[in-house]
């Protein structure tokens, strides 16, 4: 740096104020300043096309979902086993045998086997633990089903509760002797791009300037519900140009704002013979806060390379801060979420996360931003690898006021409320429906999120809430009196509301927009609630016609899907959860009548369990199908946490998920610290053949 001098450099404060003609320049990106960050880009492009030097991971292994049938990999008994053979199972083949196979003898194989089976499912093939443990996703799957009596189908004749409770109980105690412990396999995520959300809210916690340049971005890929998936984040060529342009124009804005230029470049020289020292350390400084994580020696002496060129074309003090900071932000260091792979030397090829690393995926997590100052810190020292620590800053973090993304970006995704802005029910039926409603029913789901993370409520309450929130004219729709004004207040429900599910926003989501839909709604909270998300409705069969007048109730109407016996098991249990919610019709208002007809919002589950109307629905749910939101919560939100579709070695993080909400109370902190402290989050692992 001694060919710099010394006058020009520091990057510290201006003397005065940005000139008008500086001011001027806000609006047109420096061209010199983007010239010389072009070939930075090229690097980054260069970069993608080889990969990171730490690796990428195949985007395939991350991006699938777990099957709910894999292949069985133990031999299979032969036919003619000899007693031998039969006296040398072990207990838990005993078992088996003993207990599942002649359930499933009676009750499954004349439709699920080998020679004919329906929906692609053969039990057959499985006769002892062995084959049960190869697929325990789908033995899984098999007790719910039993146990919802919606297997055997109701046409067939069905099991006694004794033998239900029976079987159940033995293929649980089979897939209970898979050990967790025995071998770990944290997952791999592929190398994360910034999506949309994440870059905006990085560059205003970087530089103090909330810009908002993500709007001009390509929409971010979705992969497993969520866009921070890191298999599925490509990079579009359209992209690094968009990039380039962002980062111009935040150093522009950077070396207009004293502020943000003080955030910057927080180091002042005390005399010239400091200046060049002090550049360096600013450049260091603001080069590790975007890289989030110490800066190596190459990269330090790249970015000084950067400024000795900028100086030899002979740019003033502040083109060449504008060079440096747009070649920080255009450089995958700061586009990427990069994380270390093990080495060999790693034993299993597994490796923990040093404190840089846990800082960025539990800022990520919570914040959708980089860390702040404390996570450095901690990272720095080394405290952050701990898990007490770990669990103690997520709920610090939970605390702050940026814990919003996590109603933004989780809840607006797991619960679909992006898609609010984009429903328009139809104007002839609902001419009261208006963009002010709209967001209105928006902003009471988000609320409500955001105080169970404030007050670290239970999961359960997104069940069976008695309280919302709404302003006057949501009030008005929902006929809640006394609310007056735009603000948003805390009220009561009354009976026949409780939970999101009754929320104007969720019941609009699941509807057409000339009526209600009971499959919808019912698929809705099979997906999103319970975990089971049934499969796709045979080709032959139509959909209910938008629009048209038919005669009789929507029940009646509906009757022709469950007169499809491909159709019945499945609708069964969908039409039964949209029936206790007909009460709403399609924007979320109460109502007692579906035009001339009275509303019938009656049911009965699988398996014999009566409701009549939401609230008995929503008991119902609590009582018995609690474990089961528990596990589906706890996916989604491990998934969006670490990046990834969940892989079948994860069940056992979700099953601690699970058991640890059950014994905090079902907090929302519970499931979060546990999250934060599991295997998955906190270590990584060398891509693995599936």
């Not at 036919?79 to 002649?102: K, L």
């Not at 380039?244 to 207009?256: G, H, K, N, P």
């Not at 302003?471 to 929902?478: D, G, I, K, T």
Request: with cysteine; charged share 25%.
């Amino acid at each position: 740096m001694n060919d710099f001098p010394h006058h020009r450099l520091s990057f510290g404060r201006p003397v005065t104020g940005p000139s008008t003609a500086a001011a001027d320049r806000l609006a047109q990106p420096s061209v010199r300043c983007k010239r010389l960050a072009t070939s930075v880009l090229f690097g980054l492009a260069v970069v993608l096309a080889v990969g990171l030097a730490v690796g990428v991971s195949s985007p395939d292994a991350d991006a699938q979902e777990p099957s709910s049938q894999g292949s069985s990999t133990a031999t299979q008994q032969s036919s003619d086993a000899t007693a031998d053979q039969a006296e040398s199972r072990t207990p838990q083949t005993s078992n088996f045998v003993a207990n599942v196979a002649p359930f499933l003898a009676t009750h499954c194989l004349d439709c699920h086997s080998e020679g004919g089976a329906e929906g692609g499912v053969a039990l057959d093939k499985y006769e002892d633990s062995a084959n049960v443990q190869s697929d325990y996703e789908f033995w899984e799957k098999v007790i719910r089903l039993i146990n919802a009596h919606q297997m055997p189908p109701a046409d067939h004749p069905q099991p006694s509760a004794d033998e239900v409770a029976s079987v159940s109980s033995a293929i649980e105690a089979e897939l209970a002797t898979f050990d967790c412990g025995a071998e770990s396999h944290p997952g791999r995520v592929s190398i994360q791009r910034l999506n949309k959300a994440e870059y905006d809210n990085t560059i205003r916690d970087l530089v103090g300037l909330d810009l908002q340049l993500a709007k001009d971005f390509p929409s971010d890929d979705v992969g497993n519900g969520f866009d921070n998936i890191g298999s599925v984040l490509t990079i579009p060529p359209i992209l690094l140009e968009k990039y380039l342009d962002a980062a111009t124009v935040v150093a522009d804005r950077v070396i207009e704002n004293e502020s943000a230029r003080a955030m910057v470049f927080p180091y002042t020289p005390a005399s010239d013979e400091e200046r060049v020292e002090t550049a360096q350390r600013n450049v260091r400084s603001f080069a590790e806060r975007a890289y989030r994580r110490p800066l190596k020696e190459e990269e330090s002496d790249r970015l000084l390379q950067i400024m000795r060129l900028a100086w030899q074309r002979d740019l003033g003090e502040e083109e060449i801060l504008k060079t440096v900071v747009a070649a920080i932000l255009s450089n995958p260091n700061f586009i990427f979420r990069v994380e270390q792979d093990p080495s060999p030397e790693d034993e299993d090829g597994i490796r923990a996360l040093d404190g840089y690393e846990l800082a960025s995926r539990l800022s990520y997590f919570l914040w959708s931003s980089m860390p702040d100052q404390r996570l450095f810190e901690l990272a720095a020292s080394g405290e952050l690898t701990r898990h007490e620590v770990l669990a103690a800053e997520a709920k610090r973090m939970l605390a702050d006021p940026k814990s919003q993304a996590l109603v933004d970006n989780f809840a607006g995704q797991w619960l679909q409320l992006r898609d609010v802005s984009r429903l328009m029910p139809d104007p002839n039926k609902f001419p009261d429906f208006d963009g002010e409603l709209r967001a209105a029913m928006r902003r009471e789901t988000e609320l409500f999120f955001q105080t169970m993370i404030q007050e670290d409520r239970s999961v359960l309450e997104f069940l069976d809430a008695d309280f919302t929130f709404v302003n006057e004219r949501l009030a008005r729709h929902y006929g809640i009196p006394e609310v007056a004004g735009e603000d948003f207040q805390r009220v009561p429900l009354a009976d026949g509301r409780r939970g999101v599910l009754t929320h104007a926003s969720i019941l609009m989501l699941t509807s057409n927009p000339t009526r209600t839909s009971p499959v919808k709604r019912g698929k809705w909270i099979l997906e999103n609630i319970l975990a089971e998300p049934p499969p796709p409705p045979p080709a032959n069969v139509p959909e209910l016609e938008e629009g048209t007048e038919t005669l009789g109730t929507l029940r009646e109407q509906m009757e022709q899907h469950r007169a499809n016996e491909s159709c019945a098991v499945c609708h069964r249990t969908m039409d039964a959860l949209g029936f206790g919610l007909e009460s709403f019709d399609a924007i979320g208002a109460w109502r007692a009548k579906d035009g001339e007809f009275d509303i019938d919002t009656s049911g009965e589950l699988p398996g014999g369990r009566q409701f009549d109307g939401a609230a008995d629905l929503m008991r119902i749910l609590l009582d018995e199908k609690k474990d089961q939101f528990c596990r589906c919560l706890s996916e989604k939100m491990l998934t969006y946490a670490l990046g990834r579709g969940l892989r079948s070695y994860d069940r056992c993080t979700v099953k601690d998920c699970v058991a640890t909400l059950r014994a905090q109370d079902y907090r929302f902190s519970a499931l979060v610290t546990a999250i934060v402290t599991s295997d998955p989050f906190t270590l990584r692992e060398l891509a693995r053949e599936e």
